[in-house]
């Protein structure tokens, strides 16, 4: 079966300009987490989507970040005025249904501003 | 709030040995952790997980042990192989790095298998 898939897997844009990337879940996964990852660190939550429900936006850095997900199943984060310090792995993780459920990741975009 | 970090950075084992790769939580109200392991240019891969209700559970080659009185998790690989190169890392569920059901992950253990 399908894993969680992201694209594109790598992503080098100039400072200042708008960044969408993409996350399609596993299949029949109500649960999506952004994650971002800085070269040699651990992740860093991003945000959460469960099912219909409002979003937990609480680990996005800044205004500049956002993410949608639509139907219940792939799901965009924009970077708006990418700045160098957004350069990282972007990691998409979805779960059964959230809560006390394995998280599965994609391989991740990895984003470089220059 | 919730930190969750590894006591070392990187752990050098013989091949066919035991490794144990610890971590330190700081959540006692953290209810769920969970192990992944993490090759280069990967998204991290979950190995195993546990709640807080159980202090010990086994996998394929892998134990993982949770001590509530002391915060300490432990990930145990049996035998290791080539294969079990990389970075691991304990995650835990709750406290100040994610939201309600983001996971807040310590910095990583780099496994080394010498041959």
């Known amino acids: 079966g399908a894993g969680v898939s992201q694209s594109p897997s790598n992503k080098v844009t100039e400072k200042g300009k708008d960044v969408e990337l993409r996350c399609d879940p596993i299949s029949g996964h109500t649960a999506l987490y952004w994650y971002r990852q800085s070269l040699g660190q651990g992740l860093e939550f991003l945000i959460y989507?469960?099912?219909?429900?409002?979003?937990?936006k609480s680990g996005l850095p800044s205004d500049r970040f956002s993410a949608e997900r639509t139907g219940g199943s792939v799901s965009t984060l924009t970077i708006q005025r990418t700045q160098q310090e957004d350069s990282a792995v972007y990691l998409c993780?979805?779960?059964?249904?959230?809560?006390?459920?394995?998280?599965?990741f994609g391989d991740g975009t990895r984003l470089s501003i220059l | 709030g919730e930190s969750v970090g590894l006591h070392l950075p990187t752990l050098s084992v013989q091949e066919g040995d035991n490794s144990i790769i610890n971590c330190a939580y700081s959540n006692s109200a953290s209810d769920y952790f969970i192990w992944y392991k993490q090759e280069s240019g990967k998204g991290p891969q979950f190995i195993i997980d546990i709640r807080s209700n159980m202090d010990k559970r086994q996998g394929q080659r892998v134990t993982v042990l949770l001590n509530k009185t002391v915060k300490h998790l432990s990930l145990q690989i049996a035998a290791t192989q080539p294969g079990d190169s990389a970075v691991y890392f304990c995650?835990?569920?709750?406290?100040?790095?994610?939201?309600?059901?983001?996971?807040?992950f310590g910095k990583g253990t780099h496994l080394i298998i010498q041959p």
């Open positions: 993780a979805s779960s059964l249904g959230g809560g006390l459920q394995p998280q599965h």
């Open positions: 989507f469960q099912g219909n429900s409002a979003p937990d």
């Open positions: 995650a835990g569920l709750g406290g100040s790095g994610g939201g309600a059901d983001g996971l807040t």
